[in-house]
C-alpha cells in the first residue's frame, strides 16, 4: 500500500515540479553557490562502482612494466584531486549501498540504503541529469550494468526500493522534463525490463523516435546526433574478460558522446558498474580487467577534453567493495602477472571446466599460466563438483598466486578518490563529502544557465 502511493506522489513530484516550462528558475537547495567560475559547456560523470583506493594502487601495479626500474603512472595518477566520504544517511548507519551513494552523488542529498532518488522520508529529489535537462542540455548515460541498476537508475527514476527494477524502467520513460524523456541515450543492458509481457517500454520509446540498438554493430550504424536506447544483454552486460570488445564501457562512452554533442551542451553519466561486482565475488582477475577497461575509458576522455577544453569531467567510486588488499597473510609481496593473460573471466572458466574432460588443462589455457602438476590436481579434484565450488577455488587459487587478500565480500566504509580535470575541476580538489560532487555540479550547472531560456 505504501509502495503504491510514494510512487504516485514521484511521478506527479518529477513530471510538475522539475524544471518545468521554458526557462529553469525552480530553487535547488543544493546548489554550491562557491564552484569555481570557470563553468563547463559539457559535463561527463564517472561513477567507478566499488573501485577503493586500493584498486587504483593494484592496477598500476598490475600493469608495470617489470622490465624496467620504476612503477609507471597510470592515467588516474595525473587527475586525482581528493577524497570523498562515502557515509549514507544516520539512519543506515556508516557504509553506504549503491543506491544510497548514487543518490548522494546525482542529487546531493544523503538516503537510507537502498533508496533510488528518494530521501530519508521517500520524497523525490531532483538529480543533476533532470537539472541538466531543464536547462535544455541533452542528457545521457553509458554503464556496463542493467541501466535500472543503482547508480543510472538515481540519476533518472525514483523508488523507495532498487529492487524494484520493472517501477524503475517505467520512471525512464514516464518522468519527464519539459515534456521529455530525462535521458537522450541509454546505453547498457537490460532488455528483460523495458520489453516484458506486461508493458513494451522500449516499443514506447522507439514510437516516440528514439533509436533501438541491441548490439555493438547496430550501435555504430545509429545516425549522429540521434535519440539512442542501446540494450546489448537481457540484464547486465558480460564481464569484460567474456565480452567481444575488450573496450566496452570506453566504445559506449564514445558512441554516447557522438549522440550527445550539441551547440548547447550535455550532461553524461559513465559508469564502470562491475569493478563492484568482482569486489563482491573476490575476483582479483575481473577486478584488474574492469579496471582496465575503465583505464581505457578515461584515456579517451582525457582525449576528448584536450579537443574540447570545454568540457569536465569528474571521476570517482560510490564506496569500496571487498576490502582488497595488496598483499595478504604477512608476505610482503603481490604478483599481478599471474593475471595478464587470462582470455576468459574466472566464472567462465569455472562453468567451461565441466564440458571438458581435461578440465585442468582447459582451466590452465585460460588463465593463460603454465601450471605444476600439483596445481592441476587441484583443479582436478574441484572438476565434479558444482559451478560455485569451481569458481571459489579459481578464485582462491588466483589469490595465492598473486598473494591478493580480501577482508569481505561487501562494501567497506572507506573514503574513495576524487579525480576530475577540464572546466571547473578545481571545484574538486581536496577533502569532500560524497552529496558535495552533486553540489558542486548543480551550481556549475547554475553559472552556466541561470534562468536560460531553453533551447
Same mark, same amino acid.
Given at each position: 500500500?505504501?509502495?503504491?502511493?510514494?510512487? &504516485?506522489?514521484?511521478?506527479?513530484?518529477?513530471?510538475? /515540479?522539475?524544471?518545468?516550462?521554458?526557462?529553469?528558475?525552480?530553487?535547488?537547495?543544493?546548489?554550491?553557490?562557491?564552484?569555481?567560475?570557470?563553468?563547463?559547456?559539457?559535463?561527463?560523470?564517472?561513477?567507478?562502482?566499488?573501485?577503493?583506493?586500493?584498486?587504483? +594502487?593494484?592496477?598500476?601495479?598490475?600493469?608495470? *612494466?617489470?622490465?624496467?626500474?620504476?612503477?609507471?603512472?597510470?592515467?588516474?595518477? *595525473?587527475?586525482?584531486?581528493?577524497?570523498?566520504?562515502?557515509?549514507?544517511?544516520?539512519?543506515?548507519?556508516?557504509? +553506504?549501498?549503491? &543506491?544510497?551513494?548514487?543518490?548522494?552523488?546525482?542529487?546531493?542529498?544523503?538516503?537510507?540504503?537502498?533508496?533510488?532518488?528518494?530521501?530519508?522520508?521517500?520524497?523525490?529529489?531532483?538529480?543533476?541529469?533532470?537539472?541538466?535537462?531543464?536547462?535544455?542540455?541533452?542528457?545521457?548515460?553509458? @554503464? +556496463?550494468?542493467?541501466?535500472?541498476?543503482?547508480?543510472?537508475? #538515481?540519476?533518472?527514476?525514483?523508488?523507495?526500493?532498487?529492487?524494484?527494477?520493472?517501477?524503475?524502467?517505467?520512471?525512464?520513460?514516464?518522468?519527464? @522534463?519539459?515534456?521529455?524523456?530525462?535521458? *537522450?541515450?541509454?546505453?547498457?543492458?537490460?532488455?528483460?525490463?523495458?520489453?516484458?509481457?506486461?508493458?513494451?517500454?522500449?516499443?514506447?520509446?522507439?514510437? *516516440? =523516435?528514439?533509436?533501438?540498438?541491441?548490439?555493438?554493430?547496430?550501435?555504430?550504424?545509429?545516425?549522429? =546526433?540521434?535519440?539512442?536506447?542501446?540494450?546489448?544483454?537481457? $540484464? !547486465?552486460?558480460?564481464?569484460?574478460?567474456?565480452?567481444?570488445?575488450?573496450?566496452?564501457? !570506453?566504445?559506449?562512452?564514445?558512441?554516447? $558522446?557522438?549522440?550527445?554533442?550539441?551547440?548547447?551542451?550535455?550532461?553524461?553519466?559513465?559508469? !564502470?558498474?562491475? $569493478?563492484?561486482?568482482?569486489?563482491?565475488?573476490?575476483?582479483?582477475?575481473?577486478?584488474?580487467?574492469?579496471?582496465?577497461?575503465? /583505464?581505457?575509458?578515461?584515456?579517451? %576522455?582525457?582525449?576528448?577534453?584536450?579537443?574540447?577544453?570545454?568540457?569536465?569531467?569528474?571521476?570517482?567510486?560510490?564506496?569500496?567493495?571487498?576490502? %582488497?588488499?595488496?598483499?595478504?597473510?604477512?608476505?610482503?609481496?603481490?604478483?599481478?602477472?599471474?593475471?595478464?593473460?587470462?582470455?576468459?573471466?574466472?566464472? +567462465?572458466?569455472?562453468?567451461?571446466?565441466?564440458?571438458?574432460?581435461?578440465?585442468?588443462?582447459?582451466?590452465?589455457?585460460?588463465?593463460?599460466?603454465?601450471?605444476?602438476?600439483?596445481? %592441476?590436481?587441484?583443479?582436478?579434484?574441484?572438476?565434479?563438483?558444482?559451478?560455485?565450488?569451481?569458481?571459489?577455488?579459481?578464485?582462491?587459487?588466483?589469490?595465492?598466486?598473486?598473494?591478493? =587478500?580480501?577482508?569481505? #565480500?561487501?562494501?567497506?566504509? $572507506?573514503? @574513495?578518490?576524487?579525480?576530475?580535470?577540464?572546466?571547473?575541476?578545481?571545484?574538486?580538489?581536496?577533502?569532500?563529502?560524497?552529496?558535495?560532487? /552533486?553540489?558542486?555540479?548543480?551550481?556549475?550547472?547554475?553559472?552556466?544557465?541561470?534562468?536560460?531560456?531553453?533551447?
Amino acid at each position: 500500500m505504501v509502495k503504491k502511493v510514494v510512487r &504516485a506522489s514521484l511521478v506527479s513530484s518529477a513530471s510538475i /515540479a522539475l524544471l518545468a516550462g521554458c526557462t529553469v528558475t525552480e530553487p535547488n537547495n543544493n546548489i554550491d553557490k562557491t564552484v569555481a567560475t570557470n563553468a563547463p559547456k559539457n559535463i561527463i560523470m564517472v561513477v567507478a562502482d566499488g573501485m577503493g583506493p586500493a584498486y587504483t +594502487t593494484a592496477y598500476r601495479n598490475f600493469v608495470d *612494466d617489470k622490465n624496467t626500474p620504476e612503477i609507471e603512472k597510470v592515467v588516474f595518477d *595525473d587527475i586525482l584531486v581528493g577524497n570523498a566520504s562515502t557515509h549514507p544517511a544516520h539512519v543506515s548507519g556508516y557504509v +553506504t549501498d549503491s &543506491a544510497a551513494a548514487a543518490t548522494a552523488l546525482a542529487s546531493g542529498t544523503k538516503s537510507y540504503n537502498g533508496a533510488i532518488g528518494v530521501d530519508v522520508e521517500m520524497e523525490p529529489v531532483n538529480s543533476v541529469m533532470h537539472y541538466a535537462k531543464g536547462l535544455g542540455m541533452r542528457t545521457g548515460l553509458a @554503464v +556496463t550494468s542493467q541501466i535500472v541498476h543503482a547508480t543510472p537508475a #538515481s540519476y533518472i527514476a525514483h523508488n523507495e526500493s532498487r529492487k524494484n527494477y520493472n517501477d524503475i524502467a517505467n520512471d525512464f520513460y514516464d518522468i519527464k @522534463v519539459n515534456g521529455e524523456p530525462v535521458a *537522450d541515450v541509454m546505453l547498457g543492458g537490460g532488455t528483460t525490463y523495458f520489453k516484458r509481457e506486461d508493458r513494451d517500454i522500449l516499443a514506447q520509446f522507439i514510437n *516516440d =523516435g528514439y533509436h533501438y540498438a541491441d548490439s555493438y554493430e547496430n550501435l555504430a550504424d545509429v545516425p549522429k =546526433g540521434s535519440n539512442v536506447i542501446g540494450l546489448f544483454a537481457p $540484464v !547486465a552486460l558480460p564481464a569484460v574478460l567474456d565480452d567481444v570488445r575488450k573496450d566496452r564501457l !570506453a566504445y559506449l562512452t564514445k558512441q554516447a $558522446v557522438r549522440h550527445l554533442e550539441n551547440d548547447n551542451g550535455f550532461f553524461l553519466l559513465v559508469e !564502470a558498474s562491475q $569493478v563492484d561486482w568482482a569486489g563482491h565475488a573476490n575476483d582479483i582477475g575481473s577486478a584488474m580487467a574492469e579496471m582496465h577497461d575503465l /583505464a581505457q575509458t578515461i584515456e579517451y %576522455l582525457r582525449g576528448y577534453v584536450e579537443d574540447n577544453p570545454d568540457t569536465l569531467v569528474v571521476l570517482t567510486a560510490d564506496h569500496s567493495t571487498g576490502g %582488497l588488499t595488496i598483499g595478504a597473510g604477512g608476505d610482503y609481496r603481490w604478483s599481478p602477472e599471474h593475471l595478464h593473460k587470462m582470455s576468459a573471466s574466472a566464472r +567462465t572458466i569455472a562453468k567451461g571446466m565441466v564440458d571438458n574432460e581435461m578440465s585442468a588443462e582447459y582451466a590452465a589455457e585460460k588463465l593463460g599460466l603454465s601450471l605444476t602438476s600439483d596445481e %592441476l590436481a587441484m583443479l582436478d579434484s574441484v572438476s565434479d563438483q558444482d559451478e560455485e565450488t569451481r569458481y571459489s577455488a579459481i578464485k582462491s587459487f588466483l589469490d595465492v598466486k598473486t598473494n591478493t =587478500g580480501w577482508t569481505t #565480500s561487501g562494501h567497506t566504509g $572507506v573514503d @574513495v578518490e576524487v579525480f576530475a580535470f577540464g572546466a571547473g575541476y578545481t571545484s574538486f580538489i581536496g577533502q569532500i563529502d560524497n552529496t558535495d560532487i /552533486a553540489k558542486k555540479i548543480f551550481g556549475l550547472l547554475e553559472e552556466k544557465s541561470v534562468s536560460k531560456p531553453v533551447l
